[in-house]
């Protein structure tokens, strides 16, 4: 198993059910949050600026009064199937997304492309001089990737010189 990969499903799965949560919990009025936060800004702005008690009781009360009219509490609890299964949705999307290298055939590995690109920039035709001179491979590692691509016949060669099969 490739633990950064279940990590990411995990945190971006969670982080997704959290999200459908909330949007549940005030049943989508993002409008109505942004003006219970500006509300609960006012009354610590009243609140600092020594206002009588009365008038602080107040502006307590009508920030409750809103509060209560833009969330429910009930409704999130009863949809927090459908958010978890959001989630489980999100978790298997970026599980497959970020599938592993082993599940992707075609692609080849870093080393693969690397000896690609020589090959393209060279008109498809290099030598094991060519690949020492342009890539960070060490000798072993050049002869290994040549030999992959031999064997799976992405390369031909030709004496020395290698030839990129199209």
Do not use: C
Not at 15 to 37: E, H, K, N, P, Q
Not at 87 to 113: H, T
Not at 124 to 136: I, K, Q, W, Y
């Amino acid at each position: 198993m490739n633990v950064p990969r279940a990590a990411a499903s995990l945190i971006a799965g969670l982080s997704a059910a959290l999200i459908a949560y909330s949007a549940f919990y005030v049943r989508g009025d993002t409008g109505g949050v942004m003006r219970y936060l500006r509300e609960r800004g006012d009354v610590r702005d009243l609140t600092a600026s020594g206002a009588g008690a009365a008038e602080v009781t107040a502006a307590h009360r009508r920030l409750e009064a809103l509060g209560a009219q833009i969330a429910d509490p009930d409704f999130a609890l009863r949809m927090l199937p459908a958010a978890l299964l959001v989630g489980l949705l999100v978790a298997g999307l970026v599980w497959w997304v970020f599938g592993s290298r082993a599940e992707r055939s075609g692609q080849g590995d870093v080393q693969e492309r690397m000896v690609l690109r020589l090959a393209y920039r060279k008109g498809g035709r290099f030598t094991v001089e060519d690949l020492r001179a342009s890539s960070p491979l060490s000798d072993e590692q050049a002869r290994s990737v040549t030999r992959r691509m031999l064997d799976a016949g992405r390369l031909t060669r030709e004496g020395d010189t290698f030839r990129l099969v199209r």
